[in-house]
């Protein structure tokens, strides 16, 4: 396949995968999810001043901007918290609102003694429904944020490296040192002499190798921040459309597993534009990679989110 053909060709997958990617779900009244499963909330800590608070919202349901309320565990309303600008709708219940789906992140500011502290409870106050015309009552929950501790072991060397080392968590170090030796031997997998043992015999030094990269990519991305864990898993799945030869025709009387590897390839290289895509917008997980595609520039509001 000659290289402009390629790029038409990789276009095309492109916007197949942006018309599969708008959802559209009906739901059943009797298989109404829970509130904590229909709205799943997880916090992280951002710095020292500031959490993240996340909803992954069901498929089918949503949530309302201006019915979010922050406060800390004894009551103490958070202000200046920063919801983004949700979906306008004209809503049965509350008129014209805007909305959230798929997923929501608000940053919310935190006391400087947390950090110190080691961590602290959110209440958070929220209310969504369902696409069937069901609304929830208003959900009250408690999220705990969690500080990263200090590395535990310092070296007693010094030096650049060693004071490089000395900022960075062992489990980092660890986690690097196992991904570069997964890496490496992906490489001596890939790199190795073919031509010997047969296309299926190649087509498994391959497999084995692909699995090595995706330990090495799995480890790192424990380590990386989501933008470079997404499109660590991007180049893992670009890789994987190439050693299966996606792009590349079969030749002649190729058998089934090789038939079978190119259609492996070809989801793959789907796959792979879909995570860097949702890379680019700002999606964490490479398994649901447009989740944040509805997600708008945050504007600062009150703790209330009116």
Not at 23 to 45: C, G, H, Q, Y
Not at 278 to 290: C, V, W
């Amino acid at each position: 396949m000659r290289r402009d053909q390629r790029h038409a060709f990789a276009a095309a997958l492109l916007a197949c995968v942006a018309v599969a990617a708008a959802p559209a779900v009906a739901l059943n009244p009797d298989e109404l999810l829970d509130p904590e499963k229909a709205f799943r909330i997880s916090a992280r800590a951002l710095d020292e001043r500031s959490a993240e608070v996340e909803f992954k919202i069901a498929e089918g349901y949503y949530m309302y901007r201006n019915r979010f309320s922050f406060a800390t565990e004894s009551g103490k309303p958070l202000a200046d918290v920063e919801i983004p600008r949700g979906k306008e709708k004209v809503d049965e219940f509350f008129g014209k609102t805007e909305t959230f789906r798929d997923l929501v992140r608000i940053r919310v500011p935190l006391e400087p003694g947390d950090a110190k502290a080691g961590g602290v409870n959110l209440k958070v106050t929220s209310q969504g429904c369902a696409d069937v015309g069901v609304c929830y009552a208003p959900l009250e929950q408690t999220v705990r944020v969690t500080f990263p501790g200090p590395a535990s072991v310092t070296p007693r060397t010094t030096g650049p490296v060693s004071n490089l080392v000395a900022t960075v968590p062992w489990t980092t170090l660890g986690a690097a040192l196992a991904a570069a030796l997964a890496l490496g031997a992906g490489l001596a997998f890939t790199l190795a002499p073919k031509g010997r043992h047969g296309p299926v015999r190649e087509l498994a030094l391959d497999g084995a190798a692909l699995a090595l990269f995706a330990v090495a990519a799995w480890i790192a991305g424990l380590v990386l921040p989501d933008a470079l864990r997404m499109l660590a898993w991007s180049a893992w799945l670009f890789t994987a459309a190439a050693l299966l030869r996606a792009l590349d025709p079969l030749p002649h009387g190729a058998q089934g597993a090789m038939r079978l590897a190119k259609a492996v390839g070809i989801a793959a290289l789907v796959w792979a534009i879909a995570v860097l895509v949702g890379a680019a917008s700002g999606g964490r997980d490479p398994l649901q990679p447009f989740t944040a595609w509805r997600a708008v520039p945050a504007a600062p509001t009150t703790g209330t989110g009116k």
